[in-house]
């Protein structure tokens, strides 16, 4: 096997040094209590990373308000007091077990599947999304159209994220990441079919990433420089696999300069492989183009679950960090076994994500 040591170097990004470059990547499990508590099992599982090795943790997407932000039904929260004490006992034991943990905090926007506190959905605009909702979700059919978000929703969304940082800073998390991908509302302004807005929040690709931009900026200052904020971008959505960038490198370029002096410590990339060409048959990939444009730290999302992919995109400088999804999931030590020259378990879905991606007693 060939040297793979870079992987297993520490890394800093911000004032928070990693063991190592290899990070469990945000998975959304439907575990959690009906009131979005966290449970003894989530304890469990995410403590099972932790002592498999892996420096950097990212929790699943976590809702943020008491409104619109909840996309399913048994989904963690972070909005009240109850909520960040339970959290607490899952830091402090990931913690124990020597790694660190990141919340990903998520605004589902109009692909909200189930909230307990409403089932109206707001969005960029009055557009129903592609797609059905994902039974391992427990959702069916099409998705309802969702109403167009005010100015001072607007607000409240923004607000919403604050809060939800500084409670998560506040119970010992190590950071926080903003979830600008994959469909969610953050992403849905950045995406010009789902976003037909006419005010600053719409229209050119520079209006389109403002509210990720004063997202990243309001959280900045109110956790303070030492707090780790990040952002997870993608060109893929849960209910729209095939959607690219339409104004490609020119889109990249102006989406993460912005983010880049947005005061975040890292841009995280998923894309279905994250070494592949983001736009055309040659060319980058959409991390080297978060890295050239962003100037700041990148992790790398995207099929790397074998070891010399994940090598290879971190000594070609285009990340300083991988995570892994459904590597992680069927390899909770996978840092430990690749550092033992172990074999790999496969990933297998049915065993793991059906009937439903909720937790299961064999993964903890």
Known sequence: MTDINKLFETVTLGNTTLNNRVGVAPMTRISATSEGLVTDQMVSYYKSFAQGGFGLIITEGTYIDDKYSQTYFDQGGIVFKEQAEAWKKLVDSVHQAGAKIFMQLQHSGSISQGNRFTEERIAPSAIQPKGEQLEMYIGKGPFPTPREATKEEI????????????????????GIEIHGANGYLLDQFLTEYTNQRTDEYGGSTENRVRLLVEVSKAIREAVGKDFIVGIRISQAKVNDYAHKWAGKEQDAEIIFGQLGKAGLNYIHVTEYEAWQPAFDTSGASLVSLAKKYGEIPVIANGHLENPEKAKEIIENGEADVITLGKGALANHDW???VKNGEPLEAFKPEEVLSPNAKIKEMEV
């Open 155 to 174: 607000a409240e969304v923004i607000t919403g994220f604050v809060n939800a940082a500084k409670r998560a800073q506040s119970i010992g998390f190590d």
């Open 335 to 337: 840092v430990n076994k």
